[in-house]
Each structure stands twice: as structure tokens, then as C-alpha cells.
């Protein structure tokens, strides 16, 4: 059995889920299909939420009528007989209900993922009438049945797979199912989802859940890029990565894959592979355990990111000096990113600010803390990057004009990353274009 996992894009026009169609029966083999919401959906609904939120309804209201327009104009041109189009009708109909009812509700965070959950649940829903229609055999399995996370929001993979496995064998005769994306439950019961561009980790999940022959991604690029093409002209299509260097590229940044997407297919062992819905002959990414060969593969770029400077002359050499530091992290549970030492101060960064103050609170009493926010870390990923002596050269070589505020080398073979201010993070990875790939 295969996943397939369709984003924003593949599916955000009715003649793009058209081509999804012809992809998920191209060759005989099993499948479930994951599905993004339509592209600008969740940004909607995140816009409508927030509106509720400032408890400005007529806003929300007007945001909801806006998004159901593109619905119903979006599903006239999917399906062609009246029946289809009735059922179509009816689900854009069902939720949008649900949008307006919670309208009338005050708001709350749960509301907020209710809300959120509507663009996966619209896609799958109105995709399987697509289907019907065109009578390709297919089930819906509702992600909300058997997806979910724990109270420290980690997935529960052993759950997943007991719920989905008992899902795949109630129908055992179908060879096509649809899933949605990101949409999952919590602790608590309630909807909850995997955080922005989820859906490509509910596609890992499922792909380590059913230990699936490839876990497939399909998008609108030809692969994972050696550099950011939001931000840099001339990138290249990379065709191999092992499972260590696509997932420091997603957790640096590389936006094609949820920063948290790769673990679940490399702990179960499923090659993924990132393919461009628009362009399906292209070659392509494929992910798996072996790196093909040593030396730089990508450079990626994580924003919104706060470096935190403890100065102490006195404390920095004193035996548990770091852990008393670390601990106050872990009791905020925010991971550091990057590190760096001297004898008179250490040097670490975070990539949310949601305990920041509560935080250097209680680092105070440590020593002298310096903030310094908007910060980007860039990462230049590869294999055994120690082996290619001249790795460091090249990179400083290149970034003489830009003002390195960190360097990180040797926590890994893979990666070595430095921060800069984010301003200067287009031209960091521009110069750095030329300076380690010649482009
Ligand atoms: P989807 O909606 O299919 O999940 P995303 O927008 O989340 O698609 O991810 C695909 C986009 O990721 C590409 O269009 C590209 O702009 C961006 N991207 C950022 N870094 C990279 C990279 N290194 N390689 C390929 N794409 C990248
Ligand atoms: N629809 C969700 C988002 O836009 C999940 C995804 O597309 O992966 O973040
Ligand atoms: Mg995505």
C-alpha cells in the first residue's frame, strides 16, 4: 500500500483535482490519499478565526460569505450532473452552517481548531463527490476517527496505528482511500491539527502507521531545491537526500516539508518522495536511509528566531552552570536551537516567544541577558560535512559582507548553521548560492 499526499496547490482548482484523479489510478497498487485543504483555505480560516477572536463579527461574517462564494463557484466547475452538484451543494452548505453557528458562540481556542478543521474536511469531502461522480470506487476515512496527538501535542503513533489498522481491515476490498490532512484529535477529544503545513506529517504518520512502500508528496515543485526559490533565482531540483539531511532542511526551513515530517517515515523505514503535481514525469526528490554522497546538498533558512546571551565572568565555569540554564527551557518547554560558548558568556536561540519573558525572568539571576530578536538561522545541509575540509572556507569565503552573529559546526555531520540578522537573509542565501553551488 502507497500514500499520496496532494497539497494546497494540486488541489486548489477544480481542474487541478482533475489531475489528482488521473495520478491516484495510474498503476493498481493500494493507496490512501491525503489531502490538503484548497490552497488560501486555512489562511481564510485562520483571518475568520481572528476576527472572532477581536469579537468583530460583522468582519468574520463577511470573511465567511467571501469563502463560501469561492466554494460554490469552485464546485460548479468540479462537477457536471445535477446529482453531484446537489451533493456538492450540500457539503459547502454543512459547513459553512457550521462557520455561521459559531458566530454565535463566544469564542475560545478550541473554537479556533473547529474552525481551522473545515478546509481538509471541505477537500476530502468534495473531492469523494468528484469521484463518485466520475465512479471511481473510493472511501472516505475521517482522519478525526483515528489521528491524534497527546497532551504535549506529539503524535501518537502506536494509536494511529491500531485505530487506522482496524479502519483498513472494516474495509478490506477497497483499494482507494481519502484522508484528510493536518486535522487531528487531542488529549482531550477535541479537533485539534499538526500545526501549519501539516498535512505532509499526517502522510509521514500514515505511511510509518501502515508501513507503506513509498510515502509520496506530491506538490507544485519538482522536488526539494538546493536553495529557497521563494528567495533565490537559479535553484536546482535535488534527487537524492538521506532521512537525516531532508529532515534538517524541513526543520531549517526548507517549507516543502513540516518541519516534524520526516521522523515518522525514517523510524519505519518508508522512502518519501517529493514530486510536482503540475509536472508528474519530473524526476523528482526520493528520501531514504543512505545519503548518495558526501559533501553539501541545500541551504535553508528558519526565521523568527531570538538569540538569548547569558553573560557571567563569575558563574559560566562553575560546575552546572549550563544545566541550571537548559532547565529553565525545559520547565518552559522551548527547544534551543543553536548554541555557542565562551568563557564569559553563553549564547543560545529560540524559535518562539511564547515563555520569553517568563524566561529571562528566570535567567536573571544568572548573569547579564542580552536579547537580540529577528534572527535567522541558515543552514547549509549535507553528508559527513567534515570531510569536505573546505566547506568553511567556501562558506566564509562568501559571506564576508554579511554580519554572522553565530556559528554552529560539528553538532552534526549534516549541518552547519550560522545566524545573522534576518534582513540580510536574502542576500545570505544568494551569495551563498554562487559561493557553494557555482549558481
Ligand atoms: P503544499 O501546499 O503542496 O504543501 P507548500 O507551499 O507547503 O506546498 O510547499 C511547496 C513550496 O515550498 C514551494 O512552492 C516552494 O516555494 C517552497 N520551498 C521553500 N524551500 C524550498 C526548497 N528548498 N525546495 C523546494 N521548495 C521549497
Ligand atoms: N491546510 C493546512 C495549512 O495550510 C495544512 C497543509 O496544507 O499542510 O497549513
Ligand atoms: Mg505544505
Known amino acids: 500500500?502507497?500514500?499520496?499526499?496532494?497539497?494546497?496547490?494540486?488541489?486548489?482548482?477544480?481542474?487541478?483535482?482533475?489531475?489528482?484523479?488521473?495520478?491516484?489510478?495510474?498503476?493498481?497498487e493500494p493507496t490512501i490519499v491525503v489531502l490538503?485543504?484548497?490552497?488560501?483555505?486555512?489562511?481564510?480560516?485562520v483571518a475568520i478565526g481572528e476576527s472572532c477572536a477581536q469579537g468583530n463579527k460583522a468582519q468574520a461574517k463577511q470573511q465567511i460569505d467571501e469563502l463560501a462564494a469561492h466554494y460554490h463557484r469552485f464546485i460548479t466547475e468540479l462537477v457536471k450532473t445535477a446529482p453531484a452538484l446537489e451533493k456538492a451543494k450540500s457539503i459547502v452548505n454543512e459547513h459553512f452552517e457550521f462557520l455561521n453557528i459559531i458566530l454565535k458562540i463566544s469564542f475560545n481556542e478550541a473554537l479556533q481548531k473547529d474552525i481551522l478543521a473545515q478546509g481538509e474536511l471541505l477537500s476530502t469531502k468534495l473531492f469523494s463527490c468528484y469521484l463518485g461522480e466520475v465512479g471511481i470506487a473510493h472511501k472516505l476515512?475521517?482522519?478525526?476517527?483515528?489521528?491524534?496527538?497527546?497532551?504535549?501535542?506529539?503524535?501518537?503513533?502506536?494509536?494511529i496505528k491500531v485505530r487506522l489498522g482496524m479502519?483498513?481491515?472494516?474495509?478490506?476490498?477497497?483499494?482507494?482511500?481519502?484522508?484528510?490532512?493536518?486535522?487531528?484529535?487531542?488529549?482531550?477529544?477535541?479537533?485539534?491539527?499538526?500545526?501549519?503545513?501539516?498535512?505532509?506529517?499526517?502522510?509521514?504518520?500514515?505511511?510509518?502507521?501502515?508501513?507503506?512502500?513509498?510515502?509520496?508528496?506530491?506538490?507544485?515543485?519538482d522536488g526539494m531545491h538546493n536553495n529557497d526559490p521563494r528567495m533565490v533565482d537559479k535553484t536546482q531540483p535535488i534527487e537524492t537526500l538521506s532521512f537525516d539531511e531532508a529532515a534538517e532542511l524541513a526543520y531549517f526551513g526548507a517549507k516543502i516539508l513540516h518541519p516534524a515530517s520526516i521522523w515518522p517515515a525514517q523510524q519505519y523505514n518508508v522512502p518519501v518522495k517529493l514530486l510536482n503535481t503540475m509536472e508528474p514525469d519530473a524526476k523528482g526528490t526520493v528520501i531514504?536511509?543512505?545519503?548518495?554522497?558526501?559533501?553539501?546538498?541545500?541551504?535553508?533558512?528558519?526565521?523568527?528566531?531570538?538569540?538569548?546571551?547569558?553573560?557571567?565572568?563569575?558563574?559560566?565555569?562553575?560546575?552546572?552552570?549550563?544545566?541550571?540554564i537548559f532547565e529553565v527551557f525545559e520547565k518552559y518547554r522551548t527547544s534551543i536551537d543553536m548554541i555557542t560558548t565562551s568563557e564569559v558568556a553563553v549564547s543560545l536561540t529560540i524559535d518562539s516567544k511564547e515563555h520569553l519573558a517568563q524566561i529571562i525572568k528566570e535567567l536573571e539571576p544568572f548573569g547579564t541577558v542580552e536579547l537580540d530578536e529577528n534572527q535567522t538561522i541558515v543552514a547549509v545541509v549535507g553528508h559527513e560535512l567534515a570531510q569536505t575540509g573546505e566547506i568553511l572556507t567556501r562558506l566564509?569565503?562568501?559571506?564576508?559582507?554579511?554580519?554572522?552573529?553565530?556559528?554552529?559546526?560539528?553538532?552534526?555531520?549534516?549541518?552547519?548553521?550560522?545566524?545573522?540578522?534576518?534582513?540580510?537573509?536574502?542576500?545570505?542565501?544568494?551569495?551563498?548560492?554562487?559561493?557553494?553551488?557555482g549558481l
Not at 1 to 28: A, C, H, N, Y
Not at 188 to 214: M, P
Not at 315 to 322: C, D, H, T, V
Open 1 to 28: 500500500m502507497k500514500i499520496m499526499k496532494f497539497g494546497g496547490t494540486s488541489v486548489g482548482k477544480p481542474e487541478r483535482m482533475r489531475q489528482v484523479k488521473e495520478l491516484i489510478t495510474r498503476d493498481q
Open 36 to 45: 490538503s485543504a484548497l490552497s488560501g483555505t486555512t489562511n481564510a480560516l
Open 141 to 159: 476515512l475521517p482522519a478525526l476517527e483515528f489521528m491524534s496527538i497527546d497532551s504535549y501535542d506529539e503524535p501518537q503513533i502506536g494509536t
Open 167 to 221: 479502519l483498513l481491515e472494516e474495509n478490506k476490498d477497497t483499494k482507494l482511500f481519502i484522508t484528510q490532512g493536518y486535522i487531528c484529535r487531542n488529549s482531550r477529544g477535541e479537533i485539534d491539527n499538526l500545526k501549519r503545513g501539516g498535512s505532509d506529517y499526517t502522510a509521514s504518520l500514515v505511511a510509518a502507521a501502515i508501513q507503506a512502500s513509498v510515502c509520496e508528496i506530491w506538490t507544485d515543485i
Open 288 to 324: 531514504q536511509e543512505k545519503a548518495s554522497s558526501v559533501g553539501v546538498k541545500a541551504v535553508a533558512a528558519k526565521d523568527g528566531i531570538i538569540a538569548i546571551k547569558i553573560k557571567s565572568s563569575r558563574m559560566l565555569l562553575a560546575y552546572g552552570f549550563l544545566r541550571k
Open 396 to 437: 566564509f569565503d562568501a559571506l564576508a559582507s554579511i554580519p554572522v552573529r553565530m556559528v554552529s559546526y560539528g553538532g552534526s555531520h549534516h549541518n552547519v548553521s550560522i545566524l545573522i540578522p534576518a534582513e540580510h537573509k536574502k542576500a545570505t542565501l544568494q551569495l551563498l548560492n554562487k559561493g557553494l553551488f
